[in-house]
C-alpha cells in the first residue's frame, strides 16, 4: 500500500500509512537469527518484511469481526518510506 493510504477500522477509526517498520535487533529475542529471515533478498520487493507504522487520525473503539476498508490516497501513489 502506498504513503498516504488510510485504513479505517470499525465504525469511526482511521489509521494512515506512514512507512515501513525496519525490524531491530531486538527482534532476536524472541528467536535467535529472526531479524536476519525478516530482510528480503528480492531487490524488486521491500527491503525488509515487519510491517507498517501509522499515525491515527480518528479514534474509535476497534473490536474482532469490525470490517477494515483501505482508502488510497487521490494524489500519485509514492512507495512507503522505510522508518
Known amino acids: 500500500m502506498p504513503l498516504g493510504t ?12 506512514t512507512g515501513l517498520r525496519t525490524p531491530c535487533i531486538l527482534i532476536d529475542r524472541f528467536r535467535a537469527g529472526l531479524k536476519r529471515q525478516m530482510l528480503s533478498s528480492v531487490e524488486t520487493g521491500p527491503p525488509f518484511k515487519s510491517g507498517v507504522l501509522g499515525v491515527v487520525r ?8 469490525d470490517t477494515a ?3 488510497l490516497p487521490s494524489t ?5 518510506p522505510a522508518l
Open 6 to 17: 488510510l485504513i479505517e477500522l470499525g465504525p469511526s477509526t482511521v489509521i494512515e500509512l
Open 58 to 65: 480518528a479514534g474509535g473503539p476497534v473490536a474482532a469481526g
Open 69 to 71: 476498508r483501505v482508502r
Open 76 to 80: 500519485s501513489l509514492r512507495p512507503l
